[in-house]
């Protein structure tokens, strides 16, 4: 048997055969892959069909306001910009097929306490109970209406206006203090409160009446107010509002 | 005079497809969306709601290990900074830490930044993560070998194995409701507004008045991932 490539210069039977060889690649890339290998859109654009046809699980509020006379309610009160599924779960369901799924209310305690509960790393001001101490084993909505949150009674006095400062002092070791044992109110304060102002402690001696070594109140932290602390008033270093106090 | 005219004409010629070309960049930009979220730290009450909705809404598995979306709790004391992922599944509980030198405590909503320039999109070897016009970056699951790579070049830890599929699995902003003009699950539930989602692109949004009104910060910045994912407030002890 003859080799054809052997009546070719040697030279020549080279070149043909790299020209081959790169022929049979091209013609493979351009007719036998499927462009699925080739063509990177191609599954960019499959994935993206997948990731939009995935089931919607969270209705969003627009629906809810068509049958429930709740969100009405709800739109004025603090519990305004929370989405009916942030308590209720996800709903979609519920609104394609009222009758026949029915979404979750939460009626326990332990639910309202996820945002509710005191959590020092939680916001200042953000409404936050004790649970031990607040009511315990009552369940929230027996006093307060989810959809219109409001304590059972309004505030009164200071609390009124200072709600951050209110709240945050309630859960303090400093709650049983009446804002008036360390403030002097003017009536006038209650009138016009820019231009008449609540007083501070402006003595060191006004905080050590507790905290001083030697006050006769017992069970308070202690400190030698010869030595500690300096020229600086007690609350520019202790914020005594805040359950951290130290 | 002949020359004269000549670049004359040239530079007008010029002039005018530089124009029209301006013209047609500015408003093939003004025409896409480029989906951003904006998160307010000083509003997060790290109530976990937002996590619970986005496995709920993308089937992420329940365990405590596989997140899209996470909320973390600084505490910094005055030599050590604690980060506690707060989910409420993790057993023990992950109390605050009030013992020591407490200076202040917080909590940071985390997710994926959606990065404009993302390097675990470039290392997939095999092309299965890329970015979606609307800047989001999406995983072929039908593509992706499970080999990891994508979760260790991702500077953010927004990315795990996902245990059934053996695919690397991410958030998507929520793809499937943003694209029928819903708010991303995480978004929806948020009791405080701590998470704004919108598109950057766009002239009027809450997200645009968020970037308007307050003073950003992203992730690691250093890292150049150009993140989408803007914070405000954020204290520099975040990573």
């Known amino acids: 048997m003859t080799n054809p490539f052997r009546k070719l210069p040697d030279a020549l039977a080279r070149v043909l055969f790299v020209f081959l060889l ?3 690649v091209l013609l493979t890339v351009r007719f036998i892959l499927p462009p699925a290998v080739k063509d990177s859109s191609i599954h960019v654009k499959s994935t993206i069909e997948r990731e939009m046809a995935r089931p919607v699980h969270y209705a969003g509020s627009a629906p809810c306001a068509d049958c429930h006379e709740e969100y009405n309610l709800k739109k004025a009160g603090y519990h305004r910009n929370l989405s009916c599924e942030t308590c209720h779960g996800p709903a979609k369901n519920h609104a394609e097929n009222p009758t026949e799924t029915k979404p979750t209310a939460p009626r326990k305690r332990d639910f309202c306490t996820l945002c509710h509960q005191y959590d020092p790393s939680r916001p200042t001001g953000f409404p936050q109970i004790n649970p031990v101490a607040h009511n315990p084993l009552k369940p929230c909505i027996s006093c307060h209406n989810p959809h219109d949150p409001k304590p059972p009674t309004p505030p009164e006095e200071c609390a009124a206006c200072h709600a951050e400062i209110a709240r945050t002092k309630a859960v303090s070791p400093h709650v049983q203090l009446a804002c008036t044992t360390c403030h002097v109110v003017p009536d006038q304060h209650k009138i016009s409160p820019r231009d008449v102002a609540a007083s501070k402690p402006a003595e060191r001696e006004f905080c050590g009446k507790c905290h001083s070594k030697g006050s006769a109140v017992v069970g308070q932290p202690k400190v030698d107010m010869a030595t500690h602390g300096e020229k600086y008033l007690c609350w520019q270093c202790h914020y005594p509002h805040m359950p951290e106090v130290k | 005079m002949q020359r004269r005219s000549f670049v004359l004409k040239l530079v007008s010629l010029l002039a005018a497809l530089g124009g029209s070309a301006a013209a047609g960049l500015r408003a093939a930009a003004s025409s896409v969306t480029r989906y951003g979220m904006g998160i307010q730290v000083d509003k997060c009450i790290g109530c976990g709601r937002c996590v619970e909705a986005c496995k709920e809404e993308n089937g992420v598995p329940p365990d405590p290990f596989y997140f899209r979306t996470w909320v973390e709790r600084y505490t910094i004391k005055k030599d050590d900074v604690i980060v506690q992922n707060i989910d409420p599944r993790i057993t023990p509980h992950q109390e605050p830490v009030t013992e020591g030198d407490v200076l202040r405590s917080f909590f940071v909503p985390k997710l994926c930044n959606q990065c404009d320039s993302p390097p675990c999109v470039q290392v997939c070897p095999v092309g299965a993560t890329f970015k979606t016009p609307e800047g ?3 995983v072929d699951e039908k593509r992706c070998i499970g080999c990891r790579y ?27 409701r943003v694209t029928k003009g819903l708010l991303p699950a995480c978004v929806e539930v948020c009791p405080t507004q701590a998470r704004i989602f919108g598109d950057l692109a766009s002239n009027a949004s809450p997200l645009t008045r968020f970037r308007r009104m307050n003073k950003l910060h ?9 993140p989408k994912v803007f914070y405000s407030e954020l204290d520099g002890e975040v990573r």
């Open chain 2, 136 to 138: 989001i970056v999406l």
């Open chain 2, 218 to 226: 992203v992730l690691k910045p250093h890292m150049n991932t150009e």
């Open chain 1, 22 to 24: 790169l022929a049979t």
């Open chain 2, 150 to 176: 994508c979760i260790q070049a991702c500077p953010y830890g927004a990315r795990y194995l996902h245990p059934v599929r053996m695919t690397a699995d991410k958030c998507t902003f929520c793809y499937h």
